[in-house]
């Protein structure tokens, strides 16, 4: 797939997004889903200043990141 039909993608599926999340709180931009998002979410991965040669690599050090917050919630009941 080509780089502009992935952004093309990419934008239809922040519309679709941004519909939903209006449905829950009324009028909306994707700016209030990424404050909503980033307010609920205190786990962070590294994804920036880790050295990631490949997309499965980043995808990974995401994955390991959610399964490590994942865990540690559990451990807490």
Same mark, same amino acid.
């Given at each position: 797939?080509?780089?502009?039909?992935? $952004?093309?993608?990419? +934008? &239809?599926?922040?519309?679709?997004?941004?519909?939903?999340?209006?449905?829950? @709180? *009324?009028? $909306?931009?994707?700016? +209030? &889903?990424?404050?909503?998002?980033?307010?609920?979410?205190?786990?962070?991965? @590294? *994804?920036? $200043?880790?050295?990631?040669?490949?997309?499965?690599?980043?995808?990974?050090?995401?994955?390991?990141?959610?399964? *490590?917050?994942?865990?540690?919630?559990?451990?807490?009941?």
């Amino acid at each position: 797939m080509k780089e502009f039909q992935i $952004s093309e993608r990419l +934008k &239809i599926m922040r519309d679709e997004a941004l519909r939903h999340f209006e449905i829950i @709180n *009324g009028p $909306s931009s994707v700016h +209030k &889903i990424h404050a909503h998002i980033g307010r609920n979410n205190n786990t962070f991965g @590294n *994804g920036i $200043s880790a050295l990631v040669n490949s997309k499965i690599l980043f995808i990974c050090n995401i994955a390991i990141t959610l399964l *490590g917050r994942k865990l540690s919630l559990a451990n807490t009941y």
